[in-house]
C-alpha cells in the first residue's frame, strides 16, 4: 500500500528564515509526486509535479526537488504570505493520489 | 473559467439524515474525484469517475454513493449520515494526459 509522510507536523519561520520540508513516500511504480498549497477554509492549490529523482521545480520561493524514496520542498526567506499547510501526494496508477497529513507552516514578520 | 465549484459550502445534518454534496467543474475534464479531509489525516478518495457512466471506489467508499451522468457533474450522496462522516469534503478534476489534479473550495459537513 502506498504510504506518504510528511515531516514536520508544523513549523515556524522568522520572516527570511529559510527551511525545508521534507515528504518520503513508499509506491510501487510512481508516476508522479505532487505538492500542493492549502489555506485555512480553502481547497489544496496545485504547486508542482515531479516525475523522477534528480528533478527539481521552483515557484517564486519555492523548490521541489525529488529522489527515490522522498521529496524535499524549500522555502527560501519565507514572507507571511507563504504562511500555508503544505501537502505532499503521490500517484502510482492512473488516477488514485495517496496524501500525506501535511506541514503547516507559519512565517511570523 | 470557474474550474471546480461545489455547494454547499456548510452543512450541519442530523444522524440518519441523507443528503447530496454538488460537484462541477466546466474544464471538459474526464476525471473527477471526491476525497475527504480529517484533522491529521491526508486526504482519503471516497469515489472517483473517469468519465460519464463510469465511476470506481477510492478508499473509504461505505457510506457515500455517486453517479456520473454528464462530464461537468459528480454528485455525492450521504443515504444515511453518520458522525463518522462529520469531515471536509473536497471535489477534485483532471484532464486527459496530465497528472495534477484541480480541487474545489471544499464542503464543511457536521453530522450530530
Known amino acids: 500500500e502506498d504510504q506518504v509522510t510528511q515531516s514536520p507536523e508544523a513549523l515556524r519561520l522568522q520572516e527570511g528564515e529559510s527551511s525545508s520540508l521534507n515528504c518520503s513516500y513508499t509506491v510501487s511504480g510512481l508516476r508522479g509526486l505532487f505538492w500542493y498549497r492549502q489555506d485555512p477554509g480553502k481547497g489544496p492549490e496545485f504547486l508542482f509535479t515531479?516525475?523522477?529523482a534528480g528533478e527539481e521545480k521552483e515557484k517564486e520561493r519555492l523548490k521541489a526537488t525529488l529522489t527515490k524514496k522522498e521529496s524535499f520542498l524549500h522555502i527560501t526567506a519565507p514572507k507571511p504570505e507563504d504562511s500555508a499547510t503544505y501537502l505532499c501526494?503521490?500517484?502510482?496508477?492512473?488516477?488514485?493520489?495517496?496524501f500525506g497529513a501535511g506541514t503547516t507552516v507559519t512565517v511570523r514578520a | 473559467n470557474a474550474g471546480v465549484t461545489q455547494t454547499p459550502k456548510f452543512q450541519v445534518l442530523k444522524t440518519g439524515q441523507s443528503m447530496t454534496l454538488q460537484c462541477a467543474q466546466d474544464?471538459?475534464?474526464?476525471?473527477m474525484s471526491w476525497y475527504r479531509q480529517d484533522p491529521g489525516m491526508g486526504l482519503r478518495l471516497i469515489h472517483y469517475?473517469?468519465?460519464?457512466?463510469?465511476?470506481d471506489q477510492g478508499e473509504v467508499p461505505n457510506g457515500y454513493n455517486v453517479s456520473r451522468s454528464t462530464t461537468e457533474d459528480f454528485p455525492l450522496r450521504l443515504l444515511s449520515a453518520a458522525p463518522s462522516q462529520t469531515s471536509v469534503y473536497f471535489c477534485?478534476?483532471?484532464?486527459?494526459?496530465?497528472?495534477?489534479?484541480?480541487f474545489g473550495p471544499g464542503t464543511r459537513l457536521t453530522v450530530t
Open positions: 477534485a478534476s483532471k484532464g486527459a494526459g496530465v497528472y495534477e489534479q484541480y
Open positions: 515531479l516525475y523522477s
Open positions: 474544464m471538459n475534464h474526464e476525471y
Open positions: 501526494a503521490v500517484q502510482a496508477g492512473d488516477y488514485k493520489l495517496s
Open positions: 469517475s473517469v468519465g460519464a457512466g463510469i465511476t
